[in-house]
């Protein structure tokens, strides 16, 4: 049992070789040095570069017909506005209209209504009078 303990302590040799601290600091160094350097050589391509260019033109094509579009639909809500309120106009016209046309047509009755009432009366008079006239006849028997 003790010889296996003995043979796990560092001055023990091994098959192979055990980095120490220092080698694998150095190690992941240069593993982030060359990752950096892969990313840095990557950003400074020149078809990404022409790329990123490419959707940056797209982006603003984009947003160039977003804006006409909104351009667009706000002409149709104005349009729509001001012919709702051409159609509101025009309704309070015809509404104005008929009710001129109908204060004439009240008037007018009132006026057929005050004509039959006078030549009722008239006609009425004339009955009464005749009566009366009648009346006198008899009494004086001409």
């Keep these: 049992m003790a010889r296996s303990v003995a043979a796990k302590t560092p001055e023990t040799p091994l098959g192979f070789k055990y980095p120490d601290l220092k080698e694998r600091q150095q190690a992941a160094a ?28 797209i982006h603003e094509a984009r947003e160039v017909r977003i804006a ?25 016209q ?21 004509a039959l009432a006078a030549e009722q009366k008239a006609a009425r008079d004339a009955r009464y009078a005749a009566r009366k006239a009648a009346k006198k006849e008899r009494r004086r028997g001409y």
């Excluded at 104005?96 to 009132?110: L, P």
């Design 30 to 57: 240069a593993a982030k040095k060359a990752l950096l350097e892969k990313f840095r050589s990557a950003a400074q391509d020149p078809a990404l570069e022409e790329q990123r260019a490419k959707r940056k033109a």
């Design 68 to 92: 006409e579009r909104e351009a667009a639909k706000k002409a149709r809500e104005a349009e729509l506005a001001a012919e709702a309120a051409r159609a509101a106009e025009r309704a309070a």
């Design 94 to 114: 015809a509404e104005r209209e008929a009710e001129e046309a109908r204060a004439r047509a009240a008037a007018e009755e009132a006026d057929r209504a005050a």
